[in-house]
């Protein structure tokens, strides 16, 4: 049996609502619209420094250096997102993909005052033990209403790095789950293999033969480089076609020269390489992927914590490759834009 789960983030940006900090200059009117479902929600983008960070942004930021590195900071922010110099930017980062459908949704910040909210945010049970009476629904209302074509599980975590490892996790326990088969001998009954007690007492060492060495595949670190792609892409058809093609040998390859050494249990990409650099593919090179994993008994990880919840024009990026069901990943992993973590 297949163990599947899921991830999501990167949220498509939406309708916001614009929080100008208090020591703000007031913003003109023409920087804001009216007819709005946002209270003061600008109407476009505006710069009204002279220079960008702006000189109360460099004053903010020099005051929380004090205690924190503020070299990575770019703005001191509002919401719109609006500087404190009352500069008014459109965040198509959505916060590092963290906001599920835009800043300060009214419907959102009607639930988040509701009893059943208050309650879980505060008792924040340990799920695994104490789950709430309704969790059942919850789970499948929020998560498997929208599963991926082909999943019908999920399994919760802390954060977006949690839930990769979890599956990362999950598809080393796949990857020995077959091998263990495979080495019973003819006529051996189906199910699940016992462990032996060597097994059981190495694994808790991480050491084999319970915990034996594997790995995970990935592109452009630490394995294979994601295809050198061309644009326009009507006029780099050839190139792009056959820098998928060797991309995809080059999987394959890897897979059969580690199995004598870390064997490949599993191979992990995004369907848009967003904090890598916005590396993008075919939906070709994605199936032939698939179809290598396949072919080797490899999982299959699609990571969907950048481009899930409709950040591509589809729920998941990954319905765009056409995929059959049968075909489906082993395991899609997403995160913040659905305020959690499978």
Not at 94 to 114: C, E, M
Not at 255 to 262: F, P, Y
Not at 284 to 294: C, N, V
Not at 309 to 335: N, Q, R
């Amino acid at each position: 049996m297949r163990t599947h789960l899921l991830r999501l983030s990167r949220p498509t940006s939406r309708r916001t609502l614009a929080t100008v900090h208090p020591g703000s200059p007031p913003p003109t009117t023409s920087t804001f619209t009216s007819n709005s479902i946002f209270p003061r929600e600008p109407h476009a983008p505006a710069v009204v420094t002279s220079c960008l960070p702006g000189p109360r942004v460099q004053e903010a930021s020099r005051g929380i250096q004090q205690f924190q590195d503020s070299r990575t900071h770019v703005l001191v922010a509002g919401n719109y997102i609006v500087d404190l110099d009352g500069n008014a930017f459109l965040d198509v980062y959505a916060q590092i993909a963290s906001i599920p459908i835009g800043y300060n949704n009214p419907d959102l910040l009607k639930l988040a005052k509701t009893d059943l909210f208050a309650t879980m945010a505060m008792n924040r049970p340990a799920l695994g033990v104490f789950p709430p009476g309704e969790w059942k629904d919850m789970v499948e209302k929020a998560f498997l209403s929208v599963a991926p074509k082909g999943l019908n599980q999920v399994f919760t975590a802390m954060c977006g790095s949690c839930a990769n490892e979890t599956a990362f996790k999950a598809a080393f326990m796949t990857y020995r789950d077959k091998q263990r088969r495979l080495s019973q001998p003819p006529g051996s009954p189906a199910g699940p293999v016992e462990f032996t007690q060597e097994e059981l007492a190495s694994c808790m060492k991480n050491q084999a033969p319970g915990s034996p060495e594997l790995s995970i595949l990935s592109f452009k670190r630490p394995m294979v480089d994601w295809p050198a792609i061309k644009y326009p892409l009507e006029e780099h058809a050839k190139e792009n076609a056959e820098a998928e093609a060797k991309s995809l040998q080059d999987v394959e390859e890897t897979i059969i020269s580690m199995k004598e050494i870390r064997p490949v249990a599993a191979v992990i990409i995004e369907p848009i390489a967003s904090e890598g650099g916005d590396l993008h593919a075919s939906p070709a090179f994605f199936r032939g992927l698939r179809q290598i994993t396949k072919t080797h008994g490899v999982s299959f990880i699609v990571d969907e914590v950048q481009t899930g919840v409709g950040a591509t024009g589809t729920f998941w990026a990954h319905e765009k490759w056409g995929l059959a069901e049968e075909d489906a990943p082993d395991f899609v992993t997403f995160s913040k834009k659905m305020q959690a973590s499978p």
